[in-house]
């Protein structure tokens, strides 16, 4: 029979065993990737080993997105089916590509089309892809037959085994989602490892779980669209959601005094030329976002608009007024944002 100043010493002993672990504080691992930087932030009590293990998760589930989906390397997956001479053989592919084209042909199809990830073929010809740019604007005739071999439903999907085909000769470009998917990618990672709470943001693209250690959720900037600048437009609260950006106002060139954004529209074939200049998407994760907000900053600050509030989708969209920038949001999206 254990005696009450036993159970008392053995009670002290547990408290202060307990007391050797620290309490969760957030921790930052950052690092280049996809031509961009990774930011990340994990909330865990402090362990200089299991951050060197994350630190190499984090970066091996990146390469291994690099070396599927990059147009930049001529050894990742897309690149060599982008090569292939008979498309029309099927053409296995991974499980995360499969998964990302399938979400691709989704928002192509939820849009009419205003997300493609066929267009690599013009995004190529306005100089915004691994060719070099061009120092005129292409001419109609070679838009024009670039632009017919651009077609999201000119790719056929095989799910069981993962594959892909076309009787066209199709060129990839996922720069529109993949790197949303790297940071679902990361996400996925960290909820392996059994990580409660983090933030992880590529390039603008982020993705979130659980609260910062005070038991706030994380804060996000949607950043003004200014060149040359960075300033804050709005802060959003995040917990367990994604957001992407897409806007006109970084990745651009000028030709004769007019400016030609990055972003195609792939009806047209040509640079957007709306006044929208950028919006704000959030999501579950953050390759949806990615892609939907392109697709809304291809429609345009009224049609975007209208389509985000017909299908309930949290977008922000930031567009040039006669004054300045104005802004305005769905619904679905109020809810997020911090006053």
């Not at 159970?7 to 002993?13: E, H, N, Q, R, T």
């Not at 691992?29 to 961009?36: A, D, I, K, R, W």
Request: include cysteine; charged fraction near 25%.
């Amino acid at each position: 029979m254990i005696g009450p100043a036993l159970v008392a010493l053995l009670c002290s002993v547990a408290l202060a065993g307990c007391s050797f672990e620290s309490d969760p504080e957030i921790w930052e691992l950052n690092g280049p990737v996809f031509g961009t930087q990774y930011h990340i932030k994990v909330v865990m009590p402090g362990d200089e080993d299991r951050l060197e293990d994350l630190e190499s998760g984090i970066e091996q589930a990146l390469d291994s997105v690099d070396a599927s989906m990059s147009t930049w390397r001529d050894d990742s997956e897309l690149s060599r089916f982008n090569r292939s001479q008979n498309k029309s053989q099927w053409f296995e592919v991974s499980g995360p590509l499969f998964e990302v084209l399938n979400e691709a042909h989704r928002v192509s199809d939820l849009s009419g089309g205003a997300f493609d990830v066929t267009i690599g073929p013009v995004v190529n010809l306005w100089g915004f892809g691994p060719e070099a740019r061009p120092e005129t604007v292409p001419e109609p005739e070679t838009l024009a037959q670039r632009l017919s071999e651009v077609g999201y439903d000119k790719l056929q999907l095989r799910s069981a085994p993962p594959a892909i085909r076309s009787d066209y000769p199709l060129y990839l470009d996922l720069s529109a989602i993949a790197k949303g998917y790297g940071v679902d990618a990361v996400a996925r990672f960290l909820d392996s490892q059994e990580v409660k709470a983090y933030l992880v943001e590529i390039g603008g693209e982020v993705n979130t779980k659980g609260r910062k250690p005070d038991g706030d959720a994380w804060r996000l900037a949607i950043e003004k669209p200014t060149s040359g600048e960075r300033s804050i437009q709005r802060i959003v609260a995040l917990d367990n959601r994604a957001m992407a950006t897409s806007g006109d106002y970084r990745n651009y060139y000028e030709v004769d005094g007019h400016r030609y954004s990055h972003t195609i529209n792939p009806n047209t074939g040509k640079p957007i030329s709306h006044k929208l200049a950028s919006v704000s998407v959030i999501t579950e994760q953050c390759m949806s976002a990615d892609a939907m907000a392109t697709a809304l900053n291809v429609m345009g600050e009224d049609k975007g608009y209208a389509f985000a509030v017909k299908h309930d989708i949290a977008a922000y969209f930031i567009y040039r007024g006669e004054d300045g920038f104005e802004t305005k949001y769905t619904p679905a999206f109020s809810s997020y944002l911090i006053d």
